[in-house]
């Protein structure tokens, strides 16, 4: 079956998403389903918590902190001061995720994910959010 041709002027740059707000949009999809994990009362989760030392006090606000990141990462793609903030602190929180790991001796491969998150959310900030509020501020002026 052959490809019926795009109309000319259908799609224009903004109407497709760039692999950055695609990027985005994506990191924000896996912290929903990374904070719906770590709400679900598990043994597992509980053990790898336990294992990397985190404090109970602090286990309730991890699947807040992932929401409300989620939330800000969708945000920043139409407020980008949202979104670099929002980045930002992912960038910290996931360094801090990486830094537990290697306190506890963990394979490198274990921290992968963490460490490939918090790269994520490095690209976005200063790929996606920092380049769109200099845009923003020149548009103003």
């Known amino acids: 079956m052959a490809r019926r041709p795009i109309p000319h002027g259908v799609y224009t740059l903004r109407t497709v998403p760039s ?3 695609q990027l985005a949009v994506g990191l924000a999809g896996l912290q929903v389903l990374d904070a719906i994990a770590n709400a679900l009362p598990r043994r597992l989760v509980k053990a790898h918590l336990d294992h990397l ?3 109970n006090d602090l286990r309730p606000v991890l699947p807040v902190i992932k929401v ?10 139409k407020a980008p001061r949202v ?11 996931y360094a801090a995720a990486v ?9 490198p491969v274990v921290a992968a994910p963490a460490a490939a998150f918090g790269a ?6 200063v790929a996606l959010y920092l380049p769109a509020i ?8």
């Open 120 to 125: 994520s959310a490095a690209l976005t900030l």
């Open 83 to 93: 979104g670099a903030m929002t980045s930002a602190l992912l960038v910290a929180y």
């Open 19 to 21: 692999r950055l707000e």
């Open 99 to 107: 830094r537990f790991h290697l306190l506890t001796n963990d394979h």
């Open 53 to 55: 030392g985190v404090p």
């Open 68 to 77: 409300t990141t989620a939330a800000g990462l969708l945000v920043g793609l």
């Open 134 to 141: 200099g845009r923003t501020e020149t548009i103003r002026t």
